[in-house]
């Protein structure tokens, strides 16, 4: 059975840094593209970023971009996000995924993590 698990959320202030981690079981991910989301209370799940197997091509959503990184290590089975310059509109629950298919703005989810909060205070 295939899971995902995120870890590393957890509340910081504005300005403040977090590195999300996404452990893969159940399954090897190293030629899959990957991705990140998140979904604030209230809101749609969004897109954050995709990185491909090879890490040759990382995609951001605008609104992260040059302020998260991510990153894998396929020996590991693991996927990163790394988020610096935490504003309070970050503040969101964050899932880490599996993709089908190419890595674009809006890619095809196989399957999801269960989340991770991210809370930033003002």
């Known amino acids: 059975q295939v899971q995902l698990v995120e870890a590393g959320g957890g509340l910081v202030q504005a300005g403040g840094s977090l590195r999300l981690s996404c452990s893969a079981s159940?399954?090897?991910?190293?030629?899959?593209?990957m991705g990140w989301f998140r979904q604030a209370p209230g809101k749609e799940r969004e897109f954050v970023g995709a990185?491909?197997?090879?890490?040759?091509?990382?995609l951001y959503a605008d609104s992260v971009k040059g302020r998260f990184t991510i990153s894998r290590d396929n020996a590991k089975n693991s996927l990163y996000l790394q988020m610096n310059s935490l504003k309070v509109d970050d503040t969101a629950v964050y899932y880490c995924?599996?993709?089908?298919?190419?890595?674009?703005?809006?890619?095809?989810?196989?399957?999801w993590g269960q989340g991770t909060q991210v809370t930033v205070s003002s």
């Open positions: 995924a599996v993709l089908t298919g190419p890595v674009t703005t809006t890619p095809v989810v196989r399957y």
């Open positions: 159940g399954g090897t991910f190293r030629w899959d593209n």
């Open positions: 990185i491909t197997w090879t890490s040759s091509t990382i």
